[in-house]
């Protein structure tokens, strides 16, 4: 049995299959996130969840494609936490843009883009996954991304800058002071996951023209920074992995119409075709090389 696993920093979704990529069963996880987490938290959380335990002792391959797995030392944080737990199992351990591109890859070179908690972006031209810019994470980067509106969400609420309705909505929604935000932000850890857990407000209240076009500006932002930065990006499809794209795809596609890009999928959770990748292109390969 192999088990493959595609993680944000909010969440990980973990999928059993076979070498045939049939798919045997499934299970969810915090997010894994080496940049955050040491080997010891990540075999820790790994071990409190039942149901992955339950099949841990028969795996045969473990592939992790996880954000914050883009160097060498966090792919070592990972990889060792992962082989406390899976200690019969190989453990391959890549970064989350290199799932995504895996995901959507139907022959074609193209560009891949993450917008979930965080924004990345690359092309894969089927054999190598190559990125031309750097993600610079929620502080400095993270264009588009769940905690990139979730910012400018929070610093226009407490600078008194929403509309009166927004302005209402957000203080009965969520009763936060100035405090309570700057201690989640500057003093626990996961910042970027508090912050991006605002984007619940904006799907809740979608329709409203301020958040839609805050919305359609950030697309806009990250498509010049992390689209047009590839040569020959006006003939390449581009598509999109996460739940902001997958929740405003009204604002995507008109923003990919006004910026000229080609709109390939859109989709909210990669980990069913990641493995259908795997069955095609890996595990196939294999069985032919065998």
């Known amino acids: 049995m192999i088990l493959i696993a595609d993680s944000g920093s909010t969440k990980c979704d973990w999928?059993?299959?076979?070498?045939?990529?049939?798919?045997?069963?499934?299970?969810?996880?915090?997010g894994l996130n080496p940049y955050f987490h040491s080997a010891d938290f990540i075999a820790e959380t790994l071990r409190s969840n039942e149901a992955i335990m339950k099949?841990?002792?028969?795996?045969?391959?473990v592939f992790f494609y996880g954000a914050g797995a883009s160097t060498e030392r966090l792919c070592?944080?990972?990889?060792?936490?992962?082989?406390r737990v899976f200690t019969h199992a190989k453990v391959v351990v890549d970064h989350d843009l290199v799932g995504a591109a895996f995901s959507v890859y139907d022959g074609r070179p193209n560009?891949?883009?993450?917008?979930?908690?965080?924004?990345n972006s690359c092309f894969f031209d089927g054999k190598e996954v190559y990125e031309e810019v750097p993600a610079l994470a929620y502080i400095l980067?993270?264009?588009?991304?769940?905690?990139?509106?979730?910012?400018?969400?929070?610093?226009?609420?407490?600078?008194k800058r929403?509309?009166?309705?927004?302005?209402?909505?957000?203080?009965?929604?969520?009763?936060?002071?100035?405090?309570?935000?700057?201690?989640?932000?500057?003093?626990?850890?996961?910042?970027?996951?508090?912050?991006?857990?605002?984007?619940?407000?904006?799907?809740?209240?979608?329709?409203?023209?301020?958040?839609?076009?805050?919305?359609k500006e950030g697309i806009r932002k990250f498509i010049d920074i992390h689209v047009?930065?590839?040569?020959?990006?006006?003939?390449?499809?581009?598509?999109?992995?996460?739940?902001?794209?997958?929740?405003?795809?009204?604002?995507?596609?008109?923003?990919?119409?006004?910026?000229?890009?080609i709109l390939g999928n859109i989709i909210k959770k990669p980990i069913y075709t990641l493995a259908d990748y795997h069955a095609k292109y890996i595990f196939n390969q294999k069985q032919e090389n065998a």
């Open 111 to 119: 560009i891949t883009c993450i917008i979930g908690t965080g924004s």
């Open 228 to 261: 047009k930065c590839f040569e020959g990006w006006q003939d390449l499809p581009v598509h999109f992995i996460g739940s902001v794209g997958y929740y405003f795809e009204d604002c995507l596609q008109l923003v990919c119409e006004q910026e000229g890009v």
């Open 55 to 61: 099949v841990a002792a028969n795996l045969e391959q």
């Open 162 to 215: 929403l509309p009166k309705e927004l302005m209402e909505r957000f203080e009965n929604t969520y009763h936060l002071s100035k405090d309570d935000m700057i201690d989640a932000v500057y003093r626990r850890d996961n910042a970027n996951v508090y912050l991006a857990s605002y984007m619940k407000f904006y799907t809740q209240n979608g329709g409203h023209p301020l958040l839609k076009e805050w919305v």
């Open 15 to 30: 999928l059993l299959i076979n070498e045939k990529g049939d798919r045997l069963d499934e299970y969810r996880s915090i």
């Open 76 to 83: 070592n944080i990972m990889h060792e936490g992962l082989s």
């Open 141 to 159: 980067g993270d264009e588009a991304s769940g905690s990139y509106f979730g910012k400018m969400l929070l610093s226009n609420y407490f600078y």
